[in-house]
């Protein structure tokens, strides 16, 4: 995928936005924008929507360390992504917020279980360790996934946003 000057420019903005974004919400355990943006990213720009996906994951490892918290990083939001690729782009206008909304709730309330494989290797858990991990999550999955959805209800504007910006940046 080539990319323009301009793309460039965008791109490494959305994902600083993406870094700043989980900074400010930084006091509030699992809920943030994230899936927010990645699901907005991807209808929009679809598979180079990884680019400020992997500019934020980038700049979450520069600022907050390289550590092995950071590993599932390089594929979680991946998965969310590959989530929303297959959408249908012409899906009714009303149905359309509450599936976007959904997908990103999922992707909160399996977040530790994606997590998990990635910790296990990582620190030597046994399926039974990293189920144990699992479970002892789930309050937090289910806190990021309930703030996942009501945060959603901001994708379909963000799309707006961005698709108007588009539009007004091709005009001569």
Same mark, same amino acid.
């Given at each position: 995928m080539?990319l +323009? +000057?301009? &793309?460039i420019?965008?791109?490494g !903005?959305?994902g600083a936005?993406?870094?700043? =974004?989980? @900074?400010?919400?930084e006091?509030?355990?699992?809920v943030?924008? @994230?899936?927010?943006?990645?699901?907005?990213?991807?209808? #929009?720009?679809?598979?180079?929507a990884?680019?400020?996906?992997? *500019?934020? *994951?980038i700049?979450? %490892?520069?600022?907050?360390g390289?550590?092995? $918290?950071? #590993?599932p990083? @390089?594929?979680?939001?991946? *998965?969310? $992504?590959?989530?929303?690729?297959?959408l249908?782009?012409?899906?009714?206008?009303?149905? /359309?917020?509450? #599936?976007?909304?959904a !997908?990103?709730s999922?992707?909160g309330?399996l977040?530790?279980?994606?997590y998990?494989?990635?910790?296990? @290797?990582?620190y030597?858990l046994?399926?039974?360790g990293?189920i144990? $991990?699992?479970?002892a999550g789930?309050?937090?999955?289910?806190?990021?996934g !309930?703030?996942?959805?009501v945060c %959603?209800?901001?994708i !379909?504007?963000?799309i707006? +946003?961005?698709?108007l910006? &588009?539009?007004? =940046? /091709?005009k001569p």
């Amino acid at each position: 995928m080539k990319l +323009t +000057t301009k &793309e460039i420019a965008v791109f490494g !903005v959305l994902g600083a936005i993406m870094y700043a =974004s989980k @900074l400010l919400t930084e006091v509030l355990p699992n809920v943030h924008l @994230l899936g927010v943006f990645t699901v907005a990213f991807t209808v #929009v720009y679809g598979k180079k929507a990884l680019y400020p996906i992997y *500019v934020f *994951v980038i700049l979450t %490892g520069i600022f907050c360390g390289f550590a092995a $918290w950071w #590993v599932p990083y @390089l594929y979680i939001w991946t *998965v969310l $992504w590959a989530a929303v690729m297959p959408l249908p782009k012409n899906m009714n206008p009303k149905v /359309k917020p509450l #599936v976007y909304m959904a !997908v990103c709730s999922a992707h909160g309330f399996l977040y530790g279980t994606l997590y998990a494989p990635a910790q296990a @290797l990582l620190y030597g858990l046994s399926f039974k360790g990293m189920i144990a $991990w699992i479970i002892a999550g789930l309050p937090w999955d289910c806190i990021h996934g !309930v703030s996942n959805f009501v945060c %959603g209800i901001l994708i !379909v504007p963000i799309i707006s +946003t961005l698709r108007l910006a &588009e539009k007004i =940046s /091709k005009k001569p």
